[in-house]
């Protein structure tokens, strides 16, 4: 049964997707079969993932509005161990359209249900905003990843996500969790990354991961090819970075190793790509 995690943060350019996207390739390339459900309006994890935004007739849209099965749309990637279940921009009205049905809050719980079972791992892409699309999220979850930049304004909008998942744990999904908190873009060589990794983890303190992801510029480069780091560039501190996460990601719902392990995914990649920094 797949463990579904919701990357969410309300601020936009957190690297939210770009977490969604390399930890699910890292999962992936760990031999955990993996979905991402990309529900975000602008389909980023989409294209980041190598498909082109409208190429495909039904997305997550028609799924959350119509009812479709979610394993109708799912789509292949490049990586045999993921999959995707694409966005369209009409996904813009779904808070409107499911304003009024019955049980709107737990539409993509259901959808999930039936597919949980081929998956260890369900990566959710929230949009930037806490509305009807991040609560069904948070629903369907087992724990939201909160990724949060070294950046002056880290902790804005933070509390009220937490307080979004207080209230979620009370009305709908008890079991919520957090999964952890995830420093973005540090760069280790400035004074104020350092002093906000220190902010950060005074206020969440156990709920921090150990790894954390760098700016880095081939990490920036890879959406615009269509590809997780992984596959863009194996060598990068972004790609051993997400690496890292995974491993931490497993661990933490195993406790031990499973599978080859990403060092040695890692390795193997590279002897496949002949990748080069």
């Known amino acids: 049964?797949?463990?579904?995690?919701?990357?969410?943060?309300?601020?936009?350019?957190?690297?939210k997707t770009?977490?969604?996207?390399?930890?699910?390739?890292?999962?992936?390339?760990?031999?955990?079969?993996?979905?991402?459900?990309?529900?975000?309006p602008q389909g980023n994890a989409t294209s980041g993932l190598g498909v082109r935004k409208n190429s495909y007739d039904r997305s997550t849209y028609h799924a959350l509005v119509f009812g479709?099965?979610?394993?109708?749309?799912?789509?292949?990637?490049?990586?045999?161990?993921?999959?995707?279940?694409?966005?369209?921009?009409?996904l813009v009205g779904v808070t409107m359209e499911l304003g009024q049905m019955e049980g709107r809050e737990r539409r993509l719980?259901?959808?999930?249900?039936?597919?949980?079972?081929?998956?260890?791992?369900?990566?959710?892409?929230c949009p930037p905003a806490l509305d009807l699309l991040t609560v069904n999220a948070l629903v369907a979850a087992d724990s939201v990843l909160i990724p949060i930049p070294c950046e002056y304004f880290a902790l804005e909008g933070v509390s009220?996500?937490?307080?979004?998942v207080r209230q979620i744990r009370r009305q709908c999904?008890?079991?919520?969790?957090?999964?952890?908190?995830?420093?973005?873009?540090?760069?280790?060589?400035?004074?104020?990354?350092?002093?906000?990794?220190?902010?950060?983890?005074?206020?969440?303190?156990p709920r921090m991961f150990d790894t954390k992801i760098p700016r880095n510029i081939r990490l920036g480069e890879a959406p615009s090819h269509g590809k997780p780091i992984l596959l863009y560039d194996i060598r990068s501190k972004g790609a051993e970075s997400y690496i890292r996460l995974a491993k931490e990601v497993i661990h933490?719902?195993?406790?031990?190793?499973?599978?080859?392990?990403?060092?040695?995914?890692?390795?193997?990649?590279r002897s496949r790509t002949g990748s080069s920094a």
């Open 160 to 164: 009220e996500l937490i307080e979004t």
């Open 109 to 125: 719980a259901e959808l999930l249900e039936p597919v949980a079972v081929e998956f260890d791992f369900i990566l959710i892409d």
């Open 68 to 90: 479709e099965p979610l394993s109708s749309i799912l789509l292949p990637t490049e990586m045999d161990s993921l999959l995707l279940a694409p966005a369209g921009r009409e």
């Open 1 to 15: 049964m797949a463990r579904v995690i919701a990357v969410s943060n309300q601020k936009g350019g957190v690297g």
């Open 252 to 269: 933490a719902r195993t406790e031990e190793s499973v599978g080859p392990g990403p060092e040695r995914v890692a390795r193997d990649t």
């Open 173 to 205: 999904n008890p079991e919520l969790e957090i999964e952890g908190v995830l420093i973005t873009m540090f760069d280790e060589r400035t004074n104020l990354a350092r002093q906000v990794h220190a902010d950060l983890q005074s206020f969440f303190g």
């Open 18 to 40: 770009t977490t969604a996207i390399n930890l699910a390739a890292s999962l992936a390339a760990a031999e955990m079969r993996t979905l991402v459900v990309d529900a975000d």
